[in-house]
T-cell receptor, first 113, second 114 residues
Framework: GAGVSQSPRYKVAKRGQDVALRCDPI?????LFWYQQALGQGPEFLTY????????KSGLPSDRFFAERPEGSVSTLKIQRTQQEDSAVYLC???????????FGPGTRLTVL | KNEVEQSPQNLTAQEGEFITINCSYS?????LHWLQQHPGGGIVSLFM???GKKKHGRLIATINIQEKHSSLHITASHPRDSAVYIC????????????????FGTGTRLTIIP
């Protein structure tokens, strides 16, 4: 009876390291979103997938950020050459179809030292 | 881009009080979420509504599309209601529905004192 899961839950990276964050959406959910939430702020949109197609990546803050969902289910958010300003909670959400209620994962807290 | 504002930013109340959190947005939307986030980061969707009013237990959400405003009410508040409540909107209202995304408010931190 799974909801949205994310791994790892916590990640500490040295500045300059590459990281990969995983999201397992609810099975059958078409839409998948990635959000970034800085401390004390509301989440900010990063990117959106409809099945395997990345329809919107306008929120990715730089070309160091890359997301994929090759088979339309699991998604990976990759951050290359991490910087301290990348420290945040990265949230994944899925919904059955576009516009329906979103279900959020627990997030991955990334700390870049 | 839709601007989403919530008020108040912080709210402390005594157990049992009636709580109201407000959300205003600037551009027409197709739907609005009220979300609850507990310390530790987990987000739970409380309501998604596009018109009128919804009720679930002690929680009530209303939306006025013309006024671009929504409220979340908590009756008989309890310390376990302490959390950050976030308003998020789908929109703007465009025909390309599949390309919509959520825009979030910064949240209201609610603390209920026993």
């Amino acid at each position: 009876g799974a909801g949205v899961s994310q791994s790892p839950r916590y990640k500490v990276a040295k500045r300059g390291q590459d990281v990969a964050l995983r999201c397992d959406p609810i099975s059958g959910h078409v839409s998948l979103f990635w959000y970034q939430q800085a401390l004390g702020q509301g989440p900010e949109f990063l990117t959106y997938f409809q099945n395997e197609a990345q329809l919107d990546k306008s929120g990715l803050p730089s070309d160091r950020f890359f997301a994929e969902r090759p088979e339309g289910s699991v998604s990976t958010l990759k951050i290359q050459r991490t910087q301290q300003e990348d420290s945040a909670v990265y949230l994944c959400a899925s919904s059955l179809t576009p516009g329906l209620r979103s279900y959020f994962g627990p997030g991955t807290r990334l700390t870049v030292l | 881009k839709n601007e989403v504002e919530q008020s108040p930013q912080n709210l402390t109340a005594q157990e049992g009080e009636f709580i109201t959190i407000n959300c205003s947005y600037s551009v027409g939307i197709s739907a609005l979420h009220w979300l609850q986030q507990h310390p530790g980061g987990g987000i739970v969707s409380l309501f998604m509504l596009s018109s009128g009013k919804k009720k679930h237990g002690r929680l009530i959400a209303t939306i006025n599309i013309q006024e671009k405003h929504s409220s979340l009410h908590i009756t008989a508040s309890h310390p376990r209601d302490s959390a950050v409540y976030i308003c998020a909107v789908w929109g703007p209202t465009i025909s390309n529905f599949g390309n919509e995304k959520l825009t979030f408010g910064t949240g209201t931190r609610l603390t209920i004192i026993p």
